[in-house]
């Protein structure tokens, strides 16, 4: 057990690496330490940051190493300097952030040889190595959201997703009502915020068998979706109208015809595919639009891990196996969602399609901490965001590595965000009518 569990932290940590290598090679030192979006930092801050924290929790805290860098830290302390102010800070040049970042690695790889995957929370099942993993994996999804802003001739490429069978599929699936198990007490590299495992009672409710492509949400658009203010909530509606907002971002209109740039090149929006780059406000007019609304993400999760014969929570909608290329689209193998419908391999027990993997889905819930919720292993991962300013998004994108992915993981963001990989299902009670376009 623990053998494996240290031979799956090594290959976690050498796949965020690789990802982190090639998102930080593939263009030269003046687009690595330049701005690309306020909104962002310089990737060549996210470079350091990943060592600078690897460094603090596995060479400082777990290894009880010597500080390598100490005075480094609050440079990359995410909290000291906001993103927009990133680009003028005395930040280490690429080379020598990558020699740092090896630096680290080099002896954290030691630290790994050598640590017992037991005698406390940090390093039982090898969770410190997990969660740093995760963190660079995180930070390596933000990073392709940095390359998405960039400017200027593509840097990147993959092969598009394979083509599965998406169909004919029901519009939706009905959930049935009653009590489901939601996060985990077991799940070895769960973070904070998924835990523990609670019963939580759910009413029956209707869910979108696959996220809301970019054709049903052109037909939004076309019956003048973004001037009704009765579809918005307020500070939505004085988004929209501040920012002259129209369609998703990165979408424009010419000749008649939606167009997208996605990391540098130009085409046209496939209709088939999940909408991306949306905001909450978005998502939540889309679905009183279409006479529905957001799932709640008790909704969400138990949709994507109940199983209704066994009453059992699964890890994922297929079970409880690791995903694998055949059941969901993620890790950044392709550069783009899978046309809805896709990953028949990957649908849970009611027959929901792409639960996981190719655009995070918003929900309708606030993040908020579960009963029971102790912050580990500092306050900074999750505690500091609980509220109502910022809403969940579960499932993980195209974009998300599988260590980093869950049926129980948790992410969230504000409701005016749309530069993320984010999308959306609709769902609806089940005492309701269906909404305009009919249900089954
Ligand atoms: C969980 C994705 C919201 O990127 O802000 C990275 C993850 N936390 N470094 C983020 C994170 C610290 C976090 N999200
Ligand atoms: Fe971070």
Not at 52 to 57: D, G, I, M, R
Not at 369 to 396: C, D, I, M, Q
Not at 404 to 409: E, L, M, P, Q, S
Request: charged share 25%; net charge negative; glycine share 8%.
């Amino acid at each position: 057990m623990t053998d494996q569990l240290r031979s799956l932290a090594l290959d976690a940590l050498t796949r965020a690496r690789d990802r982190t290598a090639a998102l930080t090679s593939c263009v030269d030192d003046r687009d690595l330490t330049a701005q690309h979006s306020p909104l962002m930092s310089p990737l060549v801050w996210d470079l350091a940051h990943i060592g600078n924290q690897e460094e603090q929790w596995l060479l400082r805290q777990v290894g009880k190493g010597e500080a390598l860098r100490p005075e480094i830290d609050s440079l990359y302390d995410a909290f000291e300097h906001p993103r927009a102010a990133r680009p003028s800070l005395p930040l280490l040049a690429p080379a020598e952030a990558r020699v740092y970042a090896a630096d680290v690695r080099g002896r954290v790889l030691d630290i790994l040889e050598r640590t017992a995957f037991e005698g406390g929370p940090l390093v039982d099942a090898g969770f410190a190595f997990g969660m740093i993993a995760q963190h660079e994996q995180q930070h390596d999804e933000t990073m392709l959201i940095t390359h998405q802003l960039r400017k200027g001739p593509p840097a990147l490429s993959a092969p598009e997703p394979p083509a599965h069978d998406t169909g004919p599929l029901p519009r939706e699936v009905l959930v049935p009502g009653g009590a489901f198990t939601m996060g985990t007490s077991t799940e070895p590299w769960a973070l904070d915020n998924e835990r523990p495992a609670h019963r939580r009672i759910v009413p029956a409710f209707h869910i979108d068998t696959t996220p809301v492509t970019c054709g049903a949400y052109q037909a939004f658009i076309e019956d003048g979706g973004y001037h009704e203010r009765r579809w918005w909530a307020a500070a939505g509606w004085d988004q929209i109208r501040q920012h002259d907002i129209g369609a998703p971002l990165f979408w424009r209109r010419e000749g008649g015809m939606w167009l997208r740039r996605r990391f540098g090149v130009t085409e046209e929006v496939p209709p088939d595919e999940p909408v991306l780059h949306v905001s909450w406000y978005e998502a939540d007019a889309y679905a009183r639009w279409a006479g529905r609304r957001l799932p709640t993400e008790a909704e969400w999760e138990k949709a994507a891990r109940h199983d209704p014969h066994t009453g059992r929570a699964r890890r994922y909608p297929w079970g409880d196996a690791d995903p694998t290329e055949a059941n969901a689209n993620l890790g950044q193998r392709h550069l783009r969602p899978a046309p809805a419908g896709s990953y028949p391999q990957g649908a849970s027990p009611l027959g929901v399609r792409q639960l996981i993997g190719d655009v995070w889905e918003w929900t309708s819930s606030d993040f908020l901490p579960y009963p029971g919720f102790v912050a580990f292993p500092y306050r900074e991962y999750s505690e500091v965001f609980f509220g109502s300013e910022h809403k969940v998004l579960r499932g993980g994108s195209f974009a998300v590595d599988p260590v980093a992915c869950r049926g129980t993981f948790r992410n969230w963001d504000l409701p005016v965000r749309r530069q993320i990989f984010s999308g959306f299902r609709t769902a609806r009670d089940a005492e309701q009518p269906a909404g305009p376009d009919g249900g089954i």
